[in-house]
């Protein structure tokens, strides 16, 4: 690659950062994603960008595979072409002679399968801090975040990051800075509110962070240190096999859990828009095939209904 075109490359992931205000992890995703197509053309320059080598790097990616001998999802296969979209619109803007960025489209995908819990598995991972082996401070923790979880559809980085000072319990209300720095608003329920506060009244350390770590082998159980995602991640898993739920949950699982409920209890796909802090309405309508209300009036006025009588 020459020094141009790595020139290019570097004010592009500088103009994410600054103009876009696009997170750490994204700009290193773009940078991997891009250095994989530069490096497998062994592309010189931006007018050597076709649409003819982005054919055959399509090939490429869909024919890769990893050491297990598994292919590239479609999905991680586009994240490939949404980056060099967007490099490429970032050229035009400059006026760098390019392949224009409308010429290219994504592969399609099928549609997502969204896994969430309701009803009689919903209670029992919600219910089940309070019924394992733990100190008591830990129960009241765990119990505090699946509430908080399902009360606000957070994702897994936004919960573990919270701050004492960020959530009033006097308030149902409070601001979440969330994906690309966007402020949203998420609602708290009782018993999240409760539950937080039991928590807090147990804590005796002056950490500024909402949910902290405790040392389960010892009676110092006091620390200053966030929970991290992953040990969030482990805590869901550890619930759902202790509610006896045989599914693969995931923090995400709730944020998933949290929207469904709020659509089939009749909410418009808007508001939950809003409240998950998606950018485009085309993400949250991975939910509506699983929440149509009038298709489910539809079926139950109108099958079988003869044997009804």
Request: glycine letters at 2%; hydrophobic letters at 35%.
């Amino acid at each position: 690659m020459t020094n141009t075109l790595q020139k290019l490359k570097q004010n592009f992931l500088e103009y994410l950062e600054i103009e876009k205000n696009r997170s750490q992890a994204t700009i290193r995703n773009y940078d991997f994603y891009l250095q994989r197509f530069i490096t497998w053309g062994k592309i010189n320059s931006a007018a050597e960008i076709t649409q003819e080598k982005v054919k055959d790097f399509r090939l490429y990616l869909n024919r890769v595979v990893n050491n297990k001998q598994q292919p590239l999802k479609k999905s991680t296969q586009n994240y490939h072409i949404i980056a060099l979209r967007s490099f490429l619109k970032y050229l035009a803007k400059q006026d760098v002679k390019t392949l224009a960025a409308e010429k290219i489209e994504l592969a399609k995908i099928s549609e997502r399968e969204v896994e969430f819990l309701e009803g009689d598995d919903l209670k029992r991972i919600l219910e089940s801090p309070m019924q394992v082996e733990e100190p008591a401070i830990i129960k009241k923790r765990d119990k505090a975040i699946l509430e908080l979880f399902f009360s606000t559809g957070l994702r897994v980085s936004e919960l573990a990051n919270l701050r004492k000072d960020q959530i009033n319990l006097k308030k149902d209300e409070f601001t979440i800075r969330g994906k690309g720095e966007k402020l949203r608003i998420v609602f708290l329920s009782n018993a999240s509110k409760y539950w937080i506060n039991q928590y807090l009244s147990a804590r005796k350390d002056v950490s500024m962070n909402l949910f902290v770590r405790h040392d389960r082998a010892s009676s110092k159980t006091e620390s200053t240190d966030a929970i991290t995602p992953r040990s969030l991640q482990r805590l869901i898993k550890k619930y759902a096999k202790a509610a006896g739920i045989t599914k693969n949950v995931t923090p995400h699982t709730l944020r998933h859990s949290f929207a469904t409920d709020l659509l089939m209890n009749g909410a418009d796909i808007r508001s939950v828009q809003a409240m998950l802090g998606h950018a485009s309405i085309t993400t949250t309508q991975i939910y509506t095939h699983i929440t149509n209300q009038q298709l489910r009036d539809v079926h139950k006025a109108f099958h079988d209904t003869k044997r009804k009588k």
